[in-house]
């Protein structure tokens, strides 16, 4: 059970910003939502993560909202190279103090010329 | 920082043969993670350790599938008597902290398995 809903797919034209949405109402209040893509043949790439507040790095933004049901992750210039599968994840606990990523389906962004 | 590496990136088989898939995490790292990938199925956990120790097997498919991790910087997944439908790609990943919630994963580029 991934505990989160996306879209299956999305596009995005190059240069624009790209905002993927992901639904976790099931979140409990001491889990993380993480984000990863995967490239054709690749492994998943981590991107970002975070608990309650918004965080942004060099690679993207996150967006959670206040009550934590729901996620948005924003690539603020897409380029071609960020055609890829994206997954929003809760990291939910494993046993004693351990914990686990379950991946669901994911988004395609194709980002378009 | 050399990431997490994996060997081979390609194993062909043929059923009934045994495969052996191997992992160095990356270095300091506590927690270590098989990941399984097919069309069908998407991304599936199948095991992962922390501190060497197994701490959650719950993925794996079943008793021909077997994990070790004999140390920090080594891990094997094992398949016996290996079938077609284990063809897919197993990715291994490492963590700073499994006991964490606030730890990345990073992954390798993967072994991709196929069985005839």
């Known amino acids: 059970d991934a505990k989160t809903t996306q879209p299956p797919s999305m596009d995005c034209a190059e240069g624009r910003a790209a905002n993927l949405p992901c639904n976790h109402s099931?979140?409990?209040?001491?889990?993380?939502v993480y984000w990863y893509r995967q490239i054709h043949s690749q492994g998943p790439q981590y991107i970002i993560h975070g608990l309650k507040n918004n965080e942004t790095n060099e690679m993207a933004s996150l967006i959670i909202t206040e009550d934590r049901k729901s996620s948005t992750l924003i690539l603020p210039h897409a380029t071609l190279r960020d055609t890829a599968v994206y997954y929003c994840?809760?990291?939910?606990?494993?046993?004693?103090?351990?914990?686990?990523?379950?991946f669901g389906k994911g988004t395609l962004l194709t980002v378009n010329p | 920082d050399a990431g997490v590496i994996q060997s081979p990136r390609h194993e062909v088989t043929e059923m009934g043969q045994e495969v052996t898939l191997r992992c160095k995490p990356i270095?300091?790292?506590?927690?270590l993670f098989w990941y399984r990938q097919t069309m069908m199925r998407g991304l599936e956990l199948l095991i992962y350790f922390n501190n060497n120790v197994p701490i959650d097997d719950s993925g794996m498919p079943e008793d021909r599938f077997s994990a070790k991790m004999p140390n920090a910087s080594f891990s094997t997944l094992k398949i016996q008597p290996s079938e077609p439908r284990d063809s897919a790609v197993y990715f291994c990943?490492?963590?700073?902290?499994?006991?964490?919630?606030?730890?990345?994963?990073?992954f390798g580029n993967g072994t991709r398995l196929t069985v005839t």
């Open positions: 994840i809760v990291r939910v606990k494993s046993g004693g103090s351990n914990y686990k990523l379950t």
């Open positions: 990943a490492s963590s700073p902290a499994a006991g964490s919630g606030n730890s990345p994963l990073h």
């Open positions: 099931t979140i409990s209040g001491n889990e993380y």
């Open positions: 270095s300091g790292h506590n927690s």
